[in-house]
């Protein structure tokens, strides 16, 4: 993983295109002159992170980015985290570690969980009201909305309860 530096706006003394936005990192090298390399961007993951280390993007495609006033990483794709196009937005680099940020995930698996509940209770929910449920159903009820209470009791690093059979 390779820290390509924090890149700042900056004005060319002969831009190639007037009017262009440019930037470039503290040791002078253009992004341009990055993302114009084809040979250098193949091949590259580049995650553009903010001052705390929040990815806020990945992308295979080097070209996409113009990370002003972010941090850009160049990770060799072979080398690269795995998830990391996919699951980047929940993580950090910190001195070139990656890591997920393991708080956003447990509160996106927790959202999932309690949709699922919600949807499962409104049911069984209206079997019971309409005097249709079995017992089967109304036990059910009863150790979907429990679930529903455990799940949002979790707390990060514990694991997810059972889901009712």
């Known amino acids: 993983m390779n820290n390509l530096g924090t890149f700042k706006r900056y004005t060319p003394e002969s831009p190639p295109v007037p009017g262009a936005a440019y930037i470039k990192n503290a040791d002078g090298t253009d ?9 250098r961007i ?7 992170t903010d001052a705390e280390g929040k990815i806020i993007c990945v992308t295979d495609d080097g070209s996409a980015l113009f990370p002003v006033d972010m941090t850009v990483w160049e990770i060799p ?3 690269a985290p795995e998830g990391i196009l996919t699951d980047g937005y929940n993580a950090r680099i910190i001195d070139g570690v990656y890591s997920l940020d393991q708080v956003v995930i447990a509160r996106g698996t927790q959202s999932s969980l309690l949709r699922e509940a ?10 019971v009201d ?3 449920a079995t017992e089967v159903e109304k036990f059910l009820l009863i150790e979907w909305k429990k679930y529903r209470v455990l799940v949002y009791r979790v707390q990060p690093g514990e694991d997810w309860p059972p889901k009712p059979e």
């Open 31 to 39: 992004w341009y002159t990055i993302t114009w390399d084809k040979e």
């Open 42 to 48: 193949a091949g590259n993951i580049y995650a553009a």
């Open 77 to 79: 794709e072979n080398d």
């Open 118 to 127: 919600k949807d499962k209770i409104a049911i069984l929910q209206d079997a």
């Open 130 to 132: 309409l005097n249709m």
